[in-house]
């Protein structure tokens, strides 16, 4: 079964690379969104093992968004991608799946 | 935010060699050395009551190696679809890639955001495009920054068809996250650097070099053998990272050959000597924590 990721970001070609990206690998299944509002919708809709958090999203949207999905579901992992391309994604996401999730209160959020 | 977790749990994330400075002695067989880095985690040396030093030592011959024909590339550090666990950053140097780069071939539009990305090269020259107008040429002696922030797209080719371009590219994680995308690049006299270490980049736009948005200096000299310098650390709560890019040093008492890289922290002062002519290294100052 597919592992599924979440990808929220506010570059609308970046965020189509990284999606586009994971969906090259046969094991991962991406959906991705640049508003908070419907990253919500989606993830209240599917089950995610995963949700990456590209550039550009506030520090408030962050913590709001984290707390949420936290809430909703607590062994949700989060993390923050850099890079914006392939470079670090693969392993990013390799880590984050191998890990057990951190709640978003034990996270020191920049 | 999940990577400062980590880089708190684990600057290093990787194995740590740990001993006194007064023990560094103890530390200098290379083969006990390659023995001891494949263990997670050293414990202080029993008695040492002194601060320790942590080193980590990363050979030339454990790097990941892709061959894709007209990029041939050594990663210290994880990177693409090379993922070691036990690589993943030295505090917030995150990619650390040694590239040859075939005549006329290079890498077409991409995206990079939030990443404080430094190229250098090492041999020919490279052809650099991005989406704010600036098109660039770096060559040896040269050094190019990109804070990437919100988003930024470029290119990058070797320019020329009769020769190779050789070039380290390097990653470190932002102070900030979302800045504005800035794109610099500086020439360097590289004879500042004989018997000498040139700073060739700072968090400073008025200090030699290049600048970034990271609490970083980078420094490259190119000694005679035997030359011995100092290096003295900018922040106490950084780390070094030192790559030799040509001959043969010891660092820190420890002997390193040619793209061996050693990564120190827990110290004010770093020692190195040139064990070969024409002998090049370059130190990468940088956080061990992000934030």
Redesign the interface.
Known sequence: MKKQILVIGRHGEILQTVLRLINANEQWEAKGTLEDAEAIRIFDRFSFDLILLTNGISEHCENSLRLYFTDKRPTVNIVQHYGGGSGLLTTEILQALSEPAVSASSHQIK | ?????SL?KDTTGTGILSATSESNNLLNNNDELKKIEAMRHIPNMEGVTTPEVNFLLHKANSRGHVDHGWLESYHTF??????N?ER?HFGVL??LNDDRVDPGKGFGR??????EIISIPLEGDLKHEDNMGNIAIIKHGDIQVMS??????HSEYNKNEDQQAKFLQI?L?PR???VAPRYDQASLNINDRRNNLQQILSPDSNDAGVWINQDAWFHIGQFDNDFKIDYNLKKSTNGVYAFVIKGNFSIAGIELNQRDGLGISNTKKISLKANSADAEVLLMEVPMT??
Do not use: C, E, Q
Request: charged share 15%.
């Open positions: 935010m999940k990577i400062k977790h708190k994880s990177f693409a679809n090379y993922y666990p993943m995150r990619v991409h995206p990079h955001d939030n990443m990437a922030g919100t988003g930024i797209f990653w994680f900030t996250k979302n992000l934030g």
